[in-house]
């Protein structure tokens, strides 16, 4: 318990000292004037009522402590970084994000995993392996590829939704298709 309290940065609550310094009857002298309160009486021992008193408070203390040892574990975990949504890539260099092609370019497609915090997490794909599918294939075509991406290819102008499942989680973002523009390449000159 007292490592997990040391990497939480959690402190005694009675005297507030740093985990590892020592805390007990000594460090906290109300504890031991209380004790010493009890112990008196006449020049009587304590009564062993107190004992079985004592005995009770450390149990519960004890209990207490196992709940609280537990629900710090839980803390911990929860604040590990974890997978909470994924969002699909076009292109090596592309923001996650709608892609816009012309027709017959090709663009990859990959997914990035992001946590509760919204930074950027791994993913194993072996575990999760990733799905694809376009709504739309006369607009883009869906090529999946074995390492978990996929190869999309403009077919003709429109958009296609391209969408993404993996680990639970599932992302669509827009494949815009525009035709591709006639460039003048050359003139010719007609004498008729």
Not at 29 to 40: F, I, T, V
Not at 53 to 69: A, G, N, S
Not at 93 to 109: E, L, R, S, W, Y
Request: include cysteine; charge should be negative.
């Amino acid at each position: 318990m007292t490592r997990i309290l040391a990497e939480l940065n959690i402190k005694c609550p009675f005297c507030k000292a740093p985990i590892g310094y020592p805390c007990g009857n000594e460090s906290h002298p109300e504890r031991h004037h209380e004790w010493a309160r009890l112990s008196e009486g006449h020049g009587h021992k304590k009564p062993k009522h107190h004992d079985r008193e004592e005995v009770k408070i450390l149990r519960e203390i004890e209990e207490d402590e196992d709940e609280q040892t537990i629900l710090l574990r839980e803390i911990r975990d929860e604040l590990k970084p974890h997978l909470r949504q994924i969002k699909i890539r076009f292109g090596g260099n592309m923001p996650v994000g709608p892609a816009v092609i012309t027709v017959g370019q090709t663009t990859p497609a990959s997914v990035l995993g992001f946590d509760q915090n919204g930074a950027a997490i791994a993913i194993d794909f072996t575990a999760n392996p990733v799905s694809w599918s376009i709504d739309n294939s006369t607009i883009a075509s869906s090529t999946p590829n074995p390492d978990s991406t996929d190869t999309v290819v403009g077919v003709s102008a429109g958009v296609a939704n391209l969408t993404a499942s993996c680990a639970g989680f599932t992302d669509t973002e827009t494949v815009t298709v525009t035709a591709v523009v006639p460039v003048l390449s050359s003139i010719k000159i007609s004498f008729a």
